[in-house]
């Protein structure tokens, strides 16, 4: 999967924005997918690796950062990133 298919656009808008193999978001399974990570890009390119094989797109991208200072001196920050991964149905059936 390609991370410019990390949108955050929903999944319906995705469907009908002609850019998805499938008209109907039926013919889609979708799955939730979450990572956190100290690193944003590193975030990004481990929500990626780990999307469920055959993902077509990530939508509904939310992004949230915490950020936490031990001494005032060295913040750490951790990023969470959750969407939601279309995954095409097999042969395009409905279940």
Same mark, same amino acid.
């Given at each position: 999967?390609?991370?410019?298919?990390?949108?955050?656009?929903?999944?319906?808008? *995705?469907?009908?924005? &002609?850019?998805?193999?499938?008209? #109907?978001?039926?013919? *889609?399974?979708?799955? &939730?997918?979450?990572?956190?990570?100290?690193?944003?890009?590193? %975030?990004?390119?481990?929500?990626?690796?780990?999307?469920? +094989? $055959?993902? +077509? %797109?990530?939508?509904?991208?939310?992004?949230?950062?915490?950020?936490?200072?031990?001494?005032?001196?060295?913040?750490?920050?951790?990023?969470? *990133?959750? $969407?939601? %991964?279309?995954?095409?149905?097999?042969? &395009? +059936?409905? #279940?």
């Amino acid at each position: 999967m390609d991370s410019r298919k990390v949108l955050t656009i929903s999944a319906r808008d *995705y469907v009908k924005s &002609g850019s998805s193999k499938h008209a #109907n978001l039926e013919l *889609y399974d979708v799955f &939730g997918v979450h990572v956190r990570d100290s690193d944003i890009s590193g %975030a990004l390119s481990q929500l990626v690796k780990d999307a469920p +094989e $055959g993902t +077509e %797109a990530i939508v509904d991208l939310k992004v949230s950062c915490a950020i936490t200072s031990a001494d005032h001196r060295n913040d750490l920050a951790s990023y969470v *990133y959750s $969407g939601t %991964a279309l995954v095409p149905k097999k042969d &395009g +059936e409905k #279940n």
